[in-house]
């Protein structure tokens, strides 16, 4: 499995290269920004130490969405609980949730928001799964750095848990689910405007393995009724 932190809109040059710097300490290489410049100024070359070479391969999107195409599986991190979830999960839960999932997605990604004020409540509901941080106070807070160490370290530990390859007929079927369910709900009088079209969505990103398979052939088998009867 390949894991990759996307930090949305950092606006701290030093944030940036503590990223790189972390990731590059507990063994990961893959960071991605959304609409930023903050990398390319010195000062993030300068915090990020011995790790300019995680720096040097930074890709940049210009919109998350772009960056969440591109993923099996997506965690967005929030300093508090809103009302766009009905589910948050504590960091130290999520290496056990990759490894449950190890064997049938191939790209997972973290994504943090902005050092003021986070992820917007329309990027919270764009990802699949969120994780907060459990803090005895909740002021001062982390700062962006801080809260990609943690998760970084986490995820080292679990490593051995979550796996590294995926075989290539499984890489994505969870992905391939979600795009396969979001295409028959509105068929049956489920818009995206619909809270359980929302709710279905988000226990969809909770399934096993054996699930997916099954998942997929209820989907294929639904897909063909409808199909039949237009």
Avoid at 104 to 128: M, P, S, T, V, W
Wanted: one cysteine or more.
């Amino acid at each position: 499995m390949n894991m990759h932190f996307i930090l949305v809109e950092p606006a701290v040059p030093e944030n940036i290269g503590a990223a790189a710097r972390a990731l590059k300490t507990m063994g990961f290489n893959s960071l991605w920004l959304v609409n930023t410049k903050a990398h390319l100024d010195p000062k993030a070359s300068w915090v990020a130490h011995a790790s300019n070479d995680v720096l040097e391969e930074v890709r940049v999107f210009d919109r998350l969405e772009d960056a969440l195409a591109e993923l099996d599986f997506s965690i967005a991190t929030s300093a508090k609980t809103r009302v766009v979830r009905q589910e948050y999960y504590m960091a130290d839960d999520i290496p056990g949730i990759l490894h449950e999932k190890s064997g049938f997605i191939k790209h997972a990604g973290i994504i943090f928001g902005r050092e003021e004020y986070g992820l917007k409540n329309d990027e919270l509901k764009q990802c699949d799964i969120i994780s907060r941080l459990p803090m005895h106070t909740s002021y001062p807070s982390l700062n962006l750095g801080q809260a990609v160490m943690i998760y970084a370290y986490l995820f080292s530990s679990g490593r051995n848990q979550t796996g590294e390859t995926t075989p290539k007929q499984q890489a994505g079927e969870l992905r391939a689910l979600k795009n396969k369910v979001e295409s028959i709900l509105p068929l049956i009088d489920l818009p995206p405007s619909t809270n359980i079209y929302r709710r279905i969505l988000e226990r969809l990103m909770h399934v096993t393995q054996d699930d997916v398979h099954l998942l997929h052939s209820i989907s294929n088998e639904i897909l063909k009724k409808l199909s039949d009867k237009s």
